[in-house]
């Protein structure tokens, strides 16, 4: 399984960004996709994550602001973020987990918000 992730950018306190992640490969393999966030100096933490069934989850901080959602025909998940603050700023990494317990991981793709 291969994993492309796309929307990253700068963008003001306040704002919304979405981003795209497309699995490729072995699809039907997954049972699971999400993102993790990378702030910078600190240690990669997970942000939200949703069952090929939609069943969501999200880390307390995102809740509110951020949305997950799974197109399962285009193999692509989503993650809607809005009322960006500066603290989530860094690496948004797409991750995938197959059926059998392996997980998969993109490239990641930077997002910068200012104050």
């Known amino acids: 399984v291969q994993l492309q992730a796309s929307g990253g950018g700068l963008v003001q306190a306040g704002g919304s960004l979405r981003l795209s992640c497309a699995a490729f490969g072995s699809t039907w393999t997954i049972s699971a996709m999400g993102w993790s966030h990378q702030a910078p100096g600190k240690q990669r933490e997970p942000v939200a994550s949703?069952?090929?069934?939609?069943?969501?989850e999200y880390v307390d901080s995102m809740k509110g602001r951020f949305t997950i959602s799974r197109d399962n025909d285009k193999n692509t998940v989503y993650l809607q973020m809005n009322s960006l603050r500066p603290e989530d700023t860094g690496v948004y990494y797409c991750?995938?987990?197959?059926?059998?317990?392996?997980?998969?991981w993109g490239q990641g793709t930077q997002v910068t918000v200012s104050s």
């Open positions: 949703i069952t090929s069934g939609g069943r969501t």
């Open positions: 991750k995938a987990l197959s059926q059998r317990g392996a997980y998969y």
